[in-house]
Protein backbone atom coordinates (compact mmCIF):
# COMPACT_ATOMS: atom_id res chain seq x y z
CA UNK A 1 0.00 0.00 0.00
CA UNK A 2 1.55 3.62 -1.04
CA UNK A 3 1.69 6.08 1.76
CA UNK A 4 0.01 9.02 1.02
CA UNK A 5 3.14 11.38 -0.30
CA UNK A 6 1.08 14.55 1.15
CA UNK A 7 1.86 13.23 4.54
CA UNK A 8 5.04 12.01 4.14
CA UNK A 9 6.92 14.63 2.57
CA UNK A 10 6.21 18.58 4.31
CA UNK A 11 7.48 21.66 2.45
CA UNK A 12 9.04 24.46 4.53
CA UNK A 13 8.13 27.44 2.98
CA UNK A 14 9.74 30.71 3.22
CA UNK A 15 8.80 32.56 6.38
CA UNK A 16 7.97 36.33 6.93
CA UNK A 17 10.75 36.68 9.16
CA UNK A 18 9.68 40.77 9.76
CA UNK A 19 6.55 43.23 9.64
CA UNK A 20 5.63 42.71 6.34
CA UNK A 21 8.48 41.58 4.52
CA UNK A 22 7.36 40.21 1.36
CA UNK A 23 10.78 38.21 -0.17
CA UNK A 24 14.34 36.65 1.09
CA UNK A 25 17.64 36.21 -0.31
CA UNK A 26 19.04 32.06 0.93
CA UNK A 27 22.64 32.70 1.74
CA UNK A 28 24.16 29.56 3.00
CA UNK A 29 22.37 25.74 3.19
CA UNK A 30 23.74 24.20 6.38
CA UNK A 31 21.92 21.04 4.76
CA UNK A 32 22.06 18.43 2.17
CA UNK A 33 19.62 16.30 0.38
CA UNK A 34 20.01 13.21 2.78
CA UNK A 35 20.69 15.01 5.87
CA UNK A 36 18.75 14.10 8.77
CA UNK A 37 16.95 16.97 10.81
CA UNK A 38 15.62 18.06 13.74
CA UNK A 39 12.60 19.84 15.16
CA UNK A 40 14.60 23.19 15.72
CA UNK A 41 17.35 22.77 13.87
CA UNK A 42 19.05 25.78 12.07
CA UNK A 43 18.97 24.48 8.04
CA UNK A 44 19.75 27.56 6.17
CA UNK A 45 20.54 31.45 6.49
CA UNK A 46 18.41 33.81 4.95
CA UNK A 47 18.99 37.55 4.25
CA UNK A 48 15.72 40.12 4.24
CA UNK A 49 15.37 43.83 4.05
CA UNK A 50 16.31 43.94 7.42
CA UNK A 51 18.88 41.45 8.56
CA UNK A 52 20.20 38.28 8.29
CA UNK A 53 18.34 35.44 9.76
CA UNK A 54 18.88 31.72 10.39
CA UNK A 55 15.84 29.41 9.95
CA UNK A 56 15.28 26.22 12.00
CA UNK A 57 12.55 23.84 10.36
CA UNK A 58 10.09 22.89 12.17
CA UNK A 59 9.58 19.25 12.40
CA UNK A 60 12.07 16.05 12.23
CA UNK A 61 12.80 13.81 9.32
CA UNK A 62 15.52 13.66 6.03
CA UNK A 63 16.22 16.49 3.75
CA UNK A 64 14.48 15.26 0.54
CA UNK A 65 15.28 18.22 -1.94
CA UNK A 66 16.63 21.68 -1.51
CA UNK A 67 14.05 23.90 -4.00
CA UNK A 68 16.78 26.68 -4.24
CA UNK A 69 20.45 27.42 -4.86
CA UNK A 70 22.26 29.81 -2.73
CA UNK A 71 21.84 33.12 -3.99
CA UNK A 72 18.53 33.31 -5.20
CA UNK A 73 15.88 35.35 -4.08
CA UNK A 74 12.38 33.92 -3.19
CA UNK A 75 8.96 35.10 -2.30
CA UNK A 76 7.65 34.77 1.04
CA UNK A 77 5.56 31.59 1.41
CA UNK A 78 7.34 29.72 -1.15
CA UNK A 79 8.42 26.36 -0.49
CA UNK A 80 12.33 26.19 0.02
CA UNK A 81 12.87 22.85 1.22
CA UNK A 82 11.15 19.55 1.27
CA UNK A 83 11.51 16.97 4.10
CA UNK A 84 10.49 13.55 4.33
CA UNK A 85 9.01 12.94 7.98
CA UNK A 86 8.50 9.31 7.25
CA UNK A 87 11.87 7.58 5.88
CA UNK A 88 12.34 4.66 5.10
CA UNK A 89 8.75 3.56 4.62
CA UNK A 90 8.40 3.67 0.82
CA UNK A 91 9.99 4.93 -2.37
CA UNK A 92 7.00 7.12 -2.98
CA UNK A 93 8.31 10.96 -3.89
CA UNK A 94 6.43 14.22 -3.49
CA UNK A 95 4.41 15.35 -6.63
CA UNK A 96 5.50 18.32 -6.69
CA UNK A 97 8.73 16.69 -7.33
CA UNK A 98 8.29 15.49 -10.83
CA UNK A 99 7.41 19.36 -11.58
CA UNK A 100 10.49 20.94 -10.21
CA UNK A 101 13.78 19.26 -9.94
CA UNK A 102 16.24 19.22 -6.77
CA UNK A 103 17.92 22.00 -6.27
CA UNK A 104 21.44 22.54 -7.49
CA UNK A 105 24.28 24.02 -5.96
CA UNK A 106 25.78 24.84 -9.43
CA UNK A 107 23.99 26.85 -11.71
CA UNK A 108 23.58 24.11 -14.78
CA UNK A 109 21.03 24.36 -17.75
CA UNK A 110 18.91 22.42 -15.72
CA UNK A 111 18.88 24.07 -12.26
CA UNK A 112 18.12 27.11 -14.21
CA UNK A 113 15.64 26.12 -16.23
CA UNK A 114 14.05 24.88 -12.78
CA UNK A 115 14.42 27.78 -11.44
CA UNK A 116 12.63 29.48 -14.06
CA UNK A 117 9.48 27.13 -13.92
CA UNK A 118 9.51 27.92 -10.30
CA UNK A 119 9.47 31.77 -10.57
CA UNK A 120 6.73 31.35 -13.27
CA UNK A 121 4.44 29.63 -10.81
CA UNK A 122 1.48 31.81 -9.20
CA UNK A 123 2.75 33.08 -5.89
CA UNK A 124 0.16 33.94 -3.11
CA UNK A 125 1.76 35.77 -0.27
CA UNK A 126 1.68 33.42 2.58
CA UNK A 127 3.24 34.69 5.87
CA UNK A 128 5.08 31.77 7.96
CA UNK A 129 5.83 32.34 11.90
CA UNK A 130 9.35 31.44 12.74
CA UNK A 131 11.06 30.41 16.12
CA UNK A 132 9.26 27.01 16.50
CA UNK A 133 9.81 25.83 19.77
CA UNK A 134 11.70 22.06 20.04
CA UNK A 135 8.99 19.66 20.49
CA UNK A 136 8.98 15.99 21.21
CA UNK A 137 9.00 14.14 18.23
CA UNK A 138 8.19 10.25 17.99
CA UNK A 139 10.05 9.80 14.29
CA UNK A 140 13.37 7.95 14.59
CA UNK A 141 16.59 9.47 13.67
CA UNK A 142 18.52 7.68 10.96
CA UNK A 143 22.07 8.10 9.32
CA UNK A 144 22.22 9.11 5.60
CA UNK A 145 21.05 6.35 3.63
CA UNK A 146 23.66 4.69 1.47
CA UNK A 147 23.19 3.18 -2.31
CA UNK A 148 25.61 1.35 -4.02
CA UNK A 149 27.96 3.41 -5.52
CA UNK A 150 29.19 7.07 -3.99
CA UNK A 151 26.51 9.43 -4.02
CA UNK A 152 27.32 11.96 -7.34
CA UNK A 153 27.86 16.00 -6.76
CA UNK A 154 25.14 18.16 -7.41
CA UNK A 155 27.95 19.61 -10.48
CA UNK A 156 28.51 15.98 -11.90
CA UNK A 157 24.36 15.31 -11.90
CA UNK A 158 23.80 18.45 -13.76
CA UNK A 159 27.01 17.45 -16.39
CA UNK A 160 25.20 13.96 -16.87
CA UNK A 161 22.04 15.85 -17.25
CA UNK A 162 23.45 17.72 -19.89
CA UNK A 163 24.57 14.76 -21.68
CA UNK A 164 22.78 12.86 -24.88
CA UNK A 165 21.45 9.65 -24.52
CA UNK A 166 24.58 7.78 -25.47
CA UNK A 167 26.10 9.47 -22.78
CA UNK A 168 28.03 11.65 -24.85
CA UNK A 169 28.35 16.16 -24.10
CA UNK A 170 25.93 17.95 -26.00
CA UNK A 171 28.47 21.09 -25.51
CA UNK A 172 27.33 21.87 -21.84
CA UNK A 173 27.53 25.36 -20.57
CA UNK A 174 30.45 26.32 -18.03
CA UNK A 175 29.34 25.19 -14.42
CA UNK A 176 28.83 28.51 -12.40
CA UNK A 177 26.55 29.74 -9.83
CA UNK A 178 24.00 32.67 -11.01
CA UNK A 179 26.13 35.50 -9.11
CA UNK A 180 28.91 34.42 -10.91
CA UNK A 181 27.22 34.56 -14.29
CA UNK A 182 25.93 37.86 -13.52
CA UNK A 183 29.60 39.03 -12.50
CA UNK A 184 31.03 37.36 -15.76
CA UNK A 185 28.52 39.34 -17.75
CA UNK A 186 28.84 43.08 -16.03
CA UNK A 187 32.53 42.56 -16.98
CA UNK A 188 32.18 41.55 -20.93
CA UNK A 189 34.13 37.72 -19.61
CA UNK A 190 32.92 35.13 -21.69
CA UNK A 191 32.41 31.87 -19.24
CA UNK A 192 33.68 29.53 -21.73
CA UNK A 193 37.11 30.71 -21.58
CA UNK A 194 37.17 30.74 -18.08
CA UNK A 195 39.40 28.00 -16.57
CA UNK A 196 37.35 26.71 -14.00
CA UNK A 197 39.05 26.22 -10.14
CA UNK A 198 36.12 24.94 -8.07
CA UNK A 199 35.02 21.29 -6.95
CA UNK A 200 33.73 19.69 -9.85
CA UNK A 201 34.80 21.66 -12.52
CA UNK A 202 32.84 25.10 -10.93
CA UNK A 203 33.92 28.61 -12.05
CA UNK A 204 34.15 30.36 -8.65
CA UNK A 205 34.04 34.38 -8.47
CA UNK A 206 38.27 34.48 -8.34
CA UNK A 207 38.14 32.59 -11.89
CA UNK A 208 36.28 35.85 -13.40
CA UNK A 209 38.02 38.07 -11.65
CA UNK A 210 41.72 36.32 -13.06
CA UNK A 211 40.19 35.97 -17.17
CA UNK A 212 39.03 40.06 -16.40
CA UNK A 213 42.67 41.26 -15.09
CA UNK A 214 45.06 38.30 -16.36
CA UNK A 215 48.34 39.90 -15.03
CA UNK A 216 46.74 38.72 -11.43
CA UNK A 217 45.45 35.74 -12.55
CA UNK A 218 49.00 34.11 -11.89
CA UNK A 219 48.82 34.74 -7.91
CA UNK A 220 44.93 35.55 -6.80
CA UNK A 221 44.43 35.74 -3.78
CA UNK A 222 40.85 35.56 -1.86
CA UNK A 223 40.59 38.20 0.19
CA UNK A 224 38.56 37.79 3.89
CA UNK A 225 34.91 39.17 4.00
CA UNK A 226 34.61 41.87 5.77
CA UNK A 227 33.33 42.01 9.23
CA UNK A 228 30.13 44.22 9.57
CA UNK A 229 31.30 47.18 11.82
CA UNK A 230 29.50 49.41 13.93
CA UNK A 231 29.39 53.33 13.75
CA UNK A 232 32.04 53.28 16.22
CA UNK A 233 34.61 51.91 13.97
CA UNK A 234 35.90 52.32 9.81
CA UNK A 235 34.55 50.40 6.77
CA UNK A 236 36.78 50.10 4.02
CA UNK A 237 36.33 50.50 0.29
CA UNK A 238 35.98 47.11 -1.87
CA UNK A 239 38.79 45.96 -4.09
CA UNK A 240 38.54 47.51 -7.62
CA UNK A 241 40.11 45.30 -10.31
CA UNK A 242 42.94 46.34 -12.31
CA UNK A 243 41.15 47.27 -15.57
CA UNK A 244 38.02 47.34 -14.72
CA UNK A 245 36.28 50.66 -15.57
CA UNK A 246 32.83 49.90 -13.26
CA UNK A 247 31.93 47.73 -11.00
CA UNK A 248 27.85 47.33 -10.52
CA UNK A 249 26.33 45.68 -7.36
CA UNK A 250 22.78 44.48 -7.20
CA UNK A 251 20.81 46.83 -5.15
CA UNK A 252 18.60 44.64 -2.33
CA UNK A 253 18.06 43.30 1.30
CA UNK A 254 19.40 45.56 3.40
CA UNK A 255 20.71 48.38 1.15
CA UNK A 256 17.44 48.07 -0.62
CA UNK A 257 15.24 48.65 2.79
CA UNK A 258 17.78 51.56 3.30
CA UNK A 259 17.70 53.45 0.68
CA UNK A 260 13.86 53.07 0.50
CA UNK A 261 13.44 54.34 3.94
CA UNK A 262 15.94 56.84 3.67
CA UNK A 263 13.99 58.99 0.62
CA UNK A 264 10.73 58.42 2.18
CA UNK A 265 12.24 59.93 5.47
CA UNK A 266 13.31 62.87 3.73
CA UNK A 267 10.64 63.61 1.40
CA UNK A 268 8.07 62.72 4.47
CA UNK A 269 9.25 64.73 7.39
CA UNK A 270 10.58 68.38 7.47
CA UNK A 271 13.85 68.02 8.54
CA UNK A 272 15.96 70.15 10.31
CA UNK A 273 19.35 70.24 11.71
CA UNK A 274 21.44 72.62 14.14
CA UNK A 275 25.09 72.24 15.64
CA UNK A 276 26.83 73.33 18.33
CA UNK A 277 30.89 72.73 18.86
CA UNK A 278 31.97 71.64 22.32
CA UNK A 279 34.81 71.34 24.40
CA UNK A 280 35.29 67.23 25.68
CA UNK A 281 38.06 67.46 27.44
CA UNK A 282 36.17 66.73 30.78
CA UNK A 283 34.67 63.67 29.45
CA UNK A 284 37.27 62.68 27.83
CA UNK A 285 38.99 62.18 31.75
CA UNK A 286 35.83 60.89 33.20
CA UNK A 287 35.83 57.89 30.08
CA UNK A 288 39.51 56.70 31.50
CA UNK A 289 38.84 57.37 34.72
CA UNK A 290 35.60 54.89 33.95
CA UNK A 291 37.70 52.27 32.46
CA UNK A 292 39.97 51.67 36.04
CA UNK A 293 36.39 51.97 37.79
CA UNK A 294 35.83 48.29 39.55
CA UNK A 295 31.93 48.97 38.27
CA UNK A 296 32.77 49.18 34.85
CA UNK A 297 34.95 46.12 35.03
CA UNK A 298 35.13 44.31 31.85
CA UNK A 299 32.89 46.49 29.89
CA UNK A 300 33.52 48.32 27.18
CA UNK A 301 33.66 52.56 27.98
CA UNK A 302 34.47 54.58 25.13
CA UNK A 303 33.13 58.45 24.42
CA UNK A 304 29.56 56.89 22.95
CA UNK A 305 28.64 55.94 26.05
CA UNK A 306 28.71 59.00 27.75
CA UNK A 307 27.23 60.89 24.38
CA UNK A 308 24.65 58.44 25.19
CA UNK A 309 24.04 58.74 28.42
CA UNK A 310 23.58 62.77 27.92
CA UNK A 311 21.16 62.61 25.30
CA UNK A 312 19.17 59.82 27.72
CA UNK A 313 19.27 62.64 30.07
CA UNK A 314 18.39 65.67 27.77
CA UNK A 315 15.29 63.37 26.71
CA UNK A 316 14.27 63.07 30.62
CA UNK A 317 14.72 66.93 30.90
CA UNK A 318 13.05 67.50 27.58
CA UNK A 319 10.15 64.76 27.42
CA UNK A 320 8.35 66.24 24.02
CA UNK A 321 10.84 65.12 22.03
CA UNK A 322 11.00 61.37 22.13
CA UNK A 323 7.64 61.20 19.88
CA UNK A 324 6.56 60.38 17.00
CA UNK A 325 3.99 61.92 13.93
CA UNK A 326 0.91 59.66 13.29
CA UNK A 327 0.02 60.82 9.63
CA UNK A 328 -3.32 58.66 9.43
CA UNK A 329 -4.65 59.26 12.76
CA UNK A 330 -3.11 62.94 12.77
CA UNK A 331 -1.78 62.62 15.57
CA UNK A 332 1.47 62.98 17.72
CA UNK A 333 1.85 60.35 19.27
CA UNK A 334 4.61 60.90 22.55
CA UNK A 335 6.60 58.14 23.87
CA UNK A 336 7.39 57.31 27.83
CA UNK A 337 9.87 55.21 27.02
CA UNK A 338 13.13 55.62 24.74
CA UNK A 339 14.29 52.78 22.70
CA UNK A 340 18.13 54.29 21.75
CA UNK A 341 18.94 53.62 18.62
CA UNK A 342 22.92 53.25 17.12
CA UNK A 343 23.45 53.45 13.08
CA UNK A 344 26.06 50.64 12.47
CA UNK A 345 27.47 50.38 9.22
CA UNK A 346 27.77 46.85 7.93
CA UNK A 347 28.98 45.30 4.36
CA UNK A 348 25.35 44.26 4.01
CA UNK A 349 24.62 48.10 4.36
CA UNK A 350 23.25 50.81 6.93
CA UNK A 351 21.21 48.82 10.28
CA UNK A 352 19.84 50.88 12.90
CA UNK A 353 19.26 48.29 16.04
CA UNK A 354 18.09 49.96 19.16
CA UNK A 355 18.48 49.57 22.95
CA UNK A 356 15.16 48.12 24.64
CA UNK A 357 14.31 50.43 27.79
CA UNK A 358 17.32 52.45 27.68
CA UNK A 359 16.19 55.35 29.43
CA UNK A 360 15.62 52.61 32.61
CA UNK A 361 19.05 51.58 32.34
CA UNK A 362 22.14 52.36 34.78
CA UNK A 363 25.36 53.47 33.25
CA UNK A 364 27.49 49.75 33.13
CA UNK A 365 23.93 48.60 32.08
CA UNK A 366 23.99 51.31 29.58
CA UNK A 367 27.97 49.60 28.98
CA UNK A 368 26.71 46.23 28.66
CA UNK A 369 23.93 46.81 25.99
CA UNK A 370 26.14 48.75 23.61
CA UNK A 371 28.81 46.37 24.02
CA UNK A 372 26.10 43.61 23.30
CA UNK A 373 24.74 45.31 19.99
CA UNK A 374 28.38 45.62 18.86
CA UNK A 375 29.41 41.89 18.86
CA UNK A 376 26.21 41.08 17.30
CA UNK A 377 26.82 43.41 14.43
CA UNK A 378 29.94 41.98 14.22
CA UNK A 379 28.73 38.45 13.90
CA UNK A 380 25.90 39.88 11.30
CA UNK A 381 23.42 38.35 13.70
CA UNK A 382 21.34 41.43 14.51
CA UNK A 383 17.65 39.94 14.33
CA UNK A 384 15.13 42.04 12.92
CA UNK A 385 13.20 42.35 16.39
CA UNK A 386 16.08 44.52 17.26
CA UNK A 387 15.90 47.06 14.71
CA UNK A 388 12.29 47.88 15.67
CA UNK A 389 10.52 50.23 17.47
CA UNK A 390 13.47 52.58 18.16
CA UNK A 391 12.70 56.03 18.92
CA UNK A 392 15.96 58.21 18.79
CA UNK A 393 19.01 57.80 17.16
CA UNK A 394 23.21 58.35 17.64
CA UNK A 395 24.82 58.66 14.28
CA UNK A 396 29.11 58.48 15.06
CA UNK A 397 30.15 59.76 12.06
CA UNK A 398 33.89 60.93 13.72
CA UNK A 399 34.94 57.95 13.27
CA UNK A 400 35.15 58.65 9.67
CA UNK A 401 37.67 61.60 10.11
CA UNK A 402 34.67 64.35 9.54
CA UNK A 403 33.64 67.38 11.72
CA UNK A 404 29.74 66.67 11.54
CA UNK A 405 26.98 65.55 9.33
CA UNK A 406 23.46 66.18 8.79
CA UNK A 407 21.75 62.74 9.16
CA UNK A 408 18.31 62.11 8.08
CA UNK A 409 15.52 60.85 10.40
CA UNK A 410 15.26 57.07 11.05
CA UNK A 411 11.78 56.68 9.69
CA UNK A 412 9.08 57.02 12.70
CA UNK A 413 11.66 58.87 15.13
CA UNK A 414 11.42 62.24 15.65
CA UNK A 415 15.47 63.14 16.44
CA UNK A 416 18.79 61.92 15.40
CA UNK A 417 22.12 63.37 16.77
CA UNK A 418 25.37 62.99 14.97
CA UNK A 419 28.65 62.96 16.80
CA UNK A 420 31.57 64.18 14.81
CA UNK A 421 35.35 63.44 15.32
CA UNK A 422 37.02 64.32 18.76
CA UNK A 423 39.90 66.38 17.91
CA UNK A 424 42.18 68.45 19.78
CA UNK A 425 41.90 72.00 18.78
CA UNK A 426 42.70 75.51 20.32
CA UNK A 427 40.25 76.16 22.53
CA UNK A 428 39.72 79.27 24.32
CA UNK A 429 39.52 78.15 28.15
CA UNK A 430 39.73 80.49 31.31
CA UNK A 431 40.87 83.23 29.31
CA UNK A 432 43.32 81.63 27.53
CA UNK A 433 44.08 79.64 24.60
CA UNK A 434 44.80 75.94 25.01
CA UNK A 435 44.49 72.82 23.73
CA UNK A 436 41.29 71.03 23.92
CA UNK A 437 39.42 68.19 22.65
CA UNK A 438 36.60 69.60 20.76
CA UNK A 439 33.99 68.35 18.83
CA UNK A 440 30.65 69.41 16.91
CA UNK A 441 27.10 68.14 17.27
CA UNK A 442 24.90 67.77 15.13
CA UNK A 443 20.75 67.38 15.60
CA UNK A 444 18.47 66.57 12.80
CA UNK A 445 15.05 66.73 14.32
CA UNK A 446 11.31 66.30 12.33
CA UNK A 447 10.01 70.55 12.54
CA UNK A 448 6.24 69.10 12.24
CA UNK A 449 6.72 67.98 15.86
CA UNK A 450 9.56 69.42 16.98
CA UNK A 451 9.99 73.07 17.06
CA UNK A 452 13.30 75.34 16.89
CA UNK A 453 12.99 76.25 20.81
CA UNK A 454 12.40 72.27 21.88
CA UNK A 455 15.15 70.82 19.64
CA UNK A 456 17.67 73.46 20.59
CA UNK A 457 16.68 72.97 24.38
CA UNK A 458 17.64 69.03 23.69
CA UNK A 459 21.03 69.87 21.74
CA UNK A 460 22.11 72.91 24.64
CA UNK A 461 21.69 70.08 27.23
CA UNK A 462 23.35 67.64 25.99
CA UNK A 463 26.35 69.81 25.16
CA UNK A 464 26.24 71.27 28.57
CA UNK A 465 26.62 67.57 30.35
CA UNK A 466 29.46 66.84 27.41
CA UNK A 467 31.18 69.87 28.89
CA UNK A 468 30.74 69.80 32.78
CA UNK A 469 29.89 65.67 32.74
CA UNK A 470 29.13 66.02 36.33
CA UNK A 471 25.85 67.21 35.16
CA UNK A 472 25.14 64.11 35.21
CA UNK A 473 24.87 62.89 38.72
CA UNK A 474 22.66 65.98 38.86
CA UNK A 475 20.30 65.73 36.37
CA UNK A 476 20.36 62.61 35.68
Not at 64 to 74: D, K, M, P, Q, S
Not at 130 to 143: D, I, Q
Not at 373 to 380: C, D, I, S
Given at each position: ?????????????????????????????????????????????????????????????????????????????????????????????????????????????????????????????????????????????????????????????????????????????????????????????????????????????????????????????????????????????????????????????????????????????????????????????????????????????????????????????????????????????????????????????????????????????????????????????????????????????????VDTGTPILNPGESAILAVGAIKLQPWV????????????????????????????????????????????????
Amino acid sequence: MTQDTSLRFREFKMPDVGEGLTEAEILKWYVQPGDTVTDGQVVCEVETAKAAVELPIPYDGVVHELRFAEGTTVDVGTSIITVDVAPGSGDAAPAEAAAVPPAQTEASPVAEAAAEVEEAKPQGRQPVLVGYGVAESSTKRRPRKQTGAPEQSLAAAAVQAEMNGHGVPTAPRPLAKPPVRKLAKDLGIDLATVTPTGPDGVITREDVHAAAAPAAAAAPVTAPAPEPVTAQETVSAPAVEAGARETRVPIKGVRKATASAMVGSAFTAPHVTEFVTIDVTRTMKLVEELKTDKDMAGLRVNPLLLIAKALLVAIKRNPEINASWDEANQEIVQKHYVNLGIAAATPRGLIVPNIKDAHDKTLPQLAAALGELVATAREGKTTPAAMQGGTVTITNVGVFGVDTGTPILNPGESAILAVGAIKLQPWVHKGKVKPRQVTTLALSFDHRLVDGELGSKVLADVAAILEQPKRLMTWA
